[in-house]
Each structure stands twice: as C-alpha cells, then as structure tokens.
C-alpha cells in the first residue's frame, strides 16, 4: 500500500505551474527523483510499485500498474469514474423488467417504467503505468536509492488539458508521495500511439485453445484466468461469430463480435465493467483505448459486474440482434 503522505491536490500546485514554464522543451512528464532509504525498502513503503529489498539486493519493475487499492487515483486509472452531472438538466428514462403475473406461478410479463434522471458522464480508464528507474546510490548512515518515478502521459506545454495533468500529479503523489515535471525524450506522438489497440481476431477453438491464443502461451495470474473463464462463457452462449483480442500497453482486451456492428468488450486487468458497442468494426479497431471507452451517449453500453450483468448482456446483444 501507498505511504502516509498527502493523498491528492484539488488544484495543479503553483510550483508545478512555474516549473513548467520554466521548462526549456514543449514535451514533459510527471516525474519527480527521490533518495529512497534501505530502512523505507525494507519497510514495505515502496512496495505497491514493485520495489523490493532481495538477498540479491535491490529489485524494481521498469513499468508499474497502481493496484486500485493505492488509492482513489489508481481506481480511477483502471476503472474509470462515472459522474453525475446536477448541472445538466434532467433527461427522459425508462425501467424495464419482468413481473410475475397475477395467478401464475411461472408466466411473466414486462413492466416499464418511465422517469427523469441527471445525465451522467463517463470518464474512461486511462490505464496509465509509472515507470521506475534506478539512477544511482550511495552510502551515508544507510545505503540509500535514488530513483525516478514517471508516469507514463507525455503532454505539451502548449496545449495541456488541466484536468488530465491534475490526475496525473495526483496518480504520483498518491503512489509516491512527492510531484515534479521533467522534460522528456518521448515525444507525444510516441505515447498517442501507445494508447491505441492492436486488435486481432482469434482462431475459432476450445476454451483452453482461446485461453493459449488469447495470452499468447504465457501463463496468466489465477484471478484473470478465472475472470476470463467467466466471462467466455456468459459470452459463448450468445454464439459470437469472431473472439477477439486487444492489446494496448500493459492492458488486455477480450471480446466477442456478433456483428460489424456489435462488440462486446472488456478489459480482463482490473476492469469491473463490460462494453457493449455499436459501431463497425473498422471504426471500433482504429480508436484509441480512450475513445474506445468513452465514445458518445448510444454508441455503447456500459455493464458494470453487478449481479445481474449477465442477463443485462443478453439482453443488450439480443435487442440490437433483433433490430435487424
């Protein structure tokens, strides 16, 4: 788990503010260079980022996932935030569900239900990483680390989305504990271009054949086994014409095609929802991650893992089915 330190900003600090304009490059990163303590390893402080004490000494990952459990920033990061917008006028729903009929112990019928609710805006999962890098060390009371941390978006200066670099100074600090711009050698068009998915469509197959094309015979972690399993077979029996997989950065992406139109889609790391979307293939596998996900009211459906998902899937595939 992430430190004791301060958690978040509510604003982008003025110290970050004249950093960046003092910076002599248009490109930068959320980055900052601490002295880290064999006494702070050894105590589990960096932990969370995969940074270890071993008998062989020092051991770090170069890229790093934040387990949402670090804190709200890293559950935003790979879940997204829905957020309820009071400041938009209310819009026509309707409820839909099955009853028991009166004097019938089997037969149903459909009730709706029609009501005003706020409008409500996704924002997607950014699914950034913070690459960690040893940089040297040194001996004073104890041996001591110095390590940069950097998170993984490459903005401009010029035209920097406010909201976007206050979530990732607030993804550092909440992982870290301490906040910094660095100008950088990645260049922007690099990370664009590590944000979209490279979608292929899989051989038709078994279960466990899926499961070996899908990880590409590498041996996946228990809990995204068992989610895939899941998932495979709610899907399965819905009878896609296509499996499809996606790659994109450290994210995995699995799903079903029913038609050049329909898709259903999930992210099998840590995401809690499922995406059922309704444009064609070709304009559904040339978006990025992030345009993927948050695309407009009616190209898709977001179905959260709630009890239930599963008929709300059915349901979902089996209305735009019928449609045609």
Request: glycine letters at 6%; one cysteine or more; proline letters at 4%.
């Amino acid at each position: 788990m992430a430190g004791e330190w301060k958690q978040s900003f509510r604003k982008i600090p003025d110290s970050i503010v004249r950093a960046i304009t003092d910076l002599a490059d248009d490109e930068f990163q959320v980055a900052c260079v601490l002295w880290v303590k064999r006494s702070e390893l050894a105590e589990g402080m960096y932990s969370h980022l995969g940074i270890t004490l071993t008998p062989k000494g020092l051991k770090v990952l170069d890229d790093v996932l934040p387990s949402p459990e670090n804190g709200k920033a890293s559950r935003i990061n790979l879940d997204g935030e829905e957020i309820v917008r009071k400041d938009l006028p209310k819009i026509e729903k309707t409820a839909t569900w099955e009853a028991p009929s009166w004097g019938s112990y089997y037969r149903t019928h459909t009730m709706t239900r029609s009501y005003k609710a706020y409008q409500r805006e996704f924002i997607p999962a950014r699914g950034h990483t913070i690459a960690v890098e040893v940089l040297s060390e040194r001996q004073r009371e104890q041996l001591e680390w110095q390590i940069k941390f950097a998170v993984s978006q490459v903005f401009r200066r010029k035209n920097t989305d406010p909201d976007e670099l206050l979530f990732a100074l607030n993804l550092l600090q909440e992982n870290v504990g301490d906040v910094d711009v660095v100008s950088t050698t990645a260049s922007y068009k690099d990370f664009t271009a590590s944000v979209k998915v490279d979608w292929e469509i899989l051989p038709p197959g078994t279960r466990d054949q899926l499961v070996k094309a899908f990880f590409k015979g590498k041996t996946p972690e228990p809990a995204e086994e068992k989610r895939f399993f899941e998932r495979f077979q709610v899907l399965k029996k819905l009878d896609p014409k296509n499996w499809l997989r996606g790659t994109s950065g450290f994210l995995r992406y699995f799903g079903a095609q029913f038609a050049d139109d329909l898709v259903v889609f999930e992210c099998l790391n840590y995401g809690n929802a499922a995406y059922v979307m309704y444009e064609d293939w070709e304009t559904l596998s040339a978006k990025s991650r992030l345009e993927l996900l948050k695309g407009n009211e009616g190209d898709f459906d977001r179905v959260i893992h709630i009890k239930g998902w599963e008929a709300r899937i059915e349901e979902l595939v089996r209305a735009r089915r019928a449609r045609r």
